[in-house]
């Protein structure tokens, strides 16, 4: 069974940095893509940065320029560093894991969530 275990998230003020950690089970290179989606109150779950088991990366256009994608395979990590955090960035910030299988073709795994506030 795939674990993905979250940490790193927190209490910041707007304009800080955090980073959070997503620490997988197994090898990281089992899966077809890793990333990290967010939650707001109220709001639908989105997509924030993702990296492919090839090391292509891509992002929401919100978190552009301030939050990056990196991996430690060695860790079987992934990390997501935020910096210039924004009031708007609070959120539960979920890891996400996908691979091939299952009857649609893609079977996904999901962390707990780690919350994120970013407050003065």
């Known amino acids: 069974q795939v674990q993905l275990v979250e940490s790193g998230g927190g209490l910041v003020q707007p304009g800080g940095s955090l980073r959070l950690a997503c620490a997988a089970s197994g090898s990281i290179f089992s899966f077809n893509a890793m990333g990290w989606y967010r939650q707001a109150p109220g709001k639908q779950r989105e997509l924030v940065a993702a990296?492919?088991?090839?090391?292509?990366?891509n992002y929401a256009d919100s978190v552009k320029g301030r939050f990056t994608i990196s991996r430690d395979s060695a860790k079987n990590t992934v990390y997501l560093r935020m910096n210039s955090l924004k009031p708007e960035d609070t959120a539960v910030y979920y890891c996400n894991a996908e691979r091939t299988g299952g009857i649609t073709g893609k079977i996904e795994y999901w962390g707990q969530g780690t919350q994120v506030t970013v407050s003065s």
């Open positions: 990296i492919t088991n090839g090391g292509s990366t």
